[in-house]
């Protein structure tokens, strides 16, 4: 089985998918629109690409891209801890930092460490922490930095400058595997959470009270949400879709229920998927 992530080496994102399974080719990818374009073209089995983050919320560009370019199956998901590290290269010196680089969310994850050690280093986002990490290592000469974490260390052979510089403890990334594949897909997950399954609705724009009738449907069967989130239909100003989460797995009764009622509201209703969702052990994660 192939197995695309969001690259190169050393990002969380192949964390998660090495925590999901024990046999395959990792193969990574440039960014997530790419790793779901693998899957979509039949050039990996699954994608493992990162879907929400405790600190930063929703990665927009995954929800985005599945459902406007993308439109794969969930078909699982694991939320794995994460430990963001200052990386430097071996031969600088971590005070004469005049660069950060690192993706838009670790660096946000990081902004009060940022603020009160380095305010006058500049900010360059990048694809990935992995990204970040392989930067540093190419360039040497450069008095940058990169926040990742110490797999990247490790992979890249950087030095950590800081440790856990992220401003919030209980910091994790959730992430979500995409798959075609018609037969089923096998996890090695052994920190089972939770089965999940993921909707997308649609309002009819001239039905007023049609978010509060949506929302009684989940109430009165007694589903319980675990999110709901509105992202833009990009068809115009105030024009939105709901992405709801629902705590369980889809059953014969209950969820279609939801559906049937839903859409006699003139709503528009897709399932996204009905999926394990796992968690990978802060020891593991740092192996």
């Not at 360039?139 to 940058?144: E, G, Q």
């Not at 369980?248 to 969702?277: F, H, K, N, Q, T």
């Amino acid at each position: 089985m192939k197995i695309g992530f969001l690259g190169p080496k050393g990002t969380f994102t192949e964390m998660a998918a090495r925590g999901l399974f024990e046999k395959g080719e990792f193969l990574p990818f440039r960014t997530i629109p790419s790793c779901m374009d693998a899957v979509a073209n039949e050039e990996v089995t699954v994608a493992v690409v990162p879907i929400e983050n405790a600190i930063e919320g929703s990665v927009n560009m995954t929800l985005d891209y599945l459902i406007h370019k993308q439109r794969l199956p969930i078909i699982g998901g694991i939320t794995v801890p994460i430990e963001q590290h200052l990386l430097v290269h071996p031969n600088k010196k971590s005070e004469r930092i005049e660069k950060v680089v690192s993706h838009p969310h670790a660096i946000a994850q990081c902004h009060e460490f940022l603020q009160k050690y380095y305010p006058k280093a500049e900010w360059e986002y990048m694809n990935s922490t992995g990204a970040a990490a392989e930067y540093v290592k190419n360039n040497p000469d450069l008095s940058i930095a990169a926040i990742a974490n110490e797999i990247a260390a490790k992979e890249y052979e950087l030095a950590l400058a800081h440790t856990n510089i992220h401003d919030f403890e209980n910091n994790g990334t959730s992430f979500v595997v995409l798959s075609k594949a018609t037969s089923p897909v096998e996890f090695k997950g052994t920190n089972f959470i939770e089965e999940k399954t993921t909707l997308m609705v649609t309002l009819p724009s001239d039905y007023s009270g049609a978010l509060h009738q949506v929302l009684s449907a989940f109430a009165w069967r007694k589903l319980n949400l675990k999110k709901i989130e509105s992202r833009p239909t990009k068809t115009g100003l105030g024009n939105y879709f709901f992405i709801i989460d629902v705590e369980g797995a889809m059953d014969e009764v209950l969820i279609p229920g939801v559906v049937s009622e839903i859409e006699a509201l003139g709503c528009g209703v897709e399932i996204l998927g009905s999926y394990p969702c796992y968690m990978l052990s802060r020891k593991k994660a740092n192996v």
